[in-house]
């Protein structure tokens, strides 16, 4: 499974773009997305390194 962002509530501030260890989050024209192919959940760390850094809580699993 892969992590998505919401996209009604990420302001885009891409906090989350380089704490991804699977360059799996990319910002674009204002709009942040995660790919769902390449992210992995962050499945060695226990906890999605997204997440935790996300001011507004818009990471949740797919």
Do not use: F, H, L, Q
């Not at 709009?31 to 499945?43: G, L, M, P, Q």
């Not at 760390?45 to 809580?57: A, N, Q, W, Y």
């Amino acid at each position: 499974m892969a992590m998505k962002i919401d996209p009604d509530m990420c302001t885009a501030c891409a906090d989350c773009e380089p704490e991804c260890p699977t360059v799996s989050i990319t910002e674009k024209s204002g709009v942040v997305t995660i790919n769902a192919a390449t992210c992995d959940e962050c499945v060695d760390e226990g906890e999605p390194r997204c997440v935790s850094v996300c001011p507004v809580d818009c990471i949740s699993p797919a």
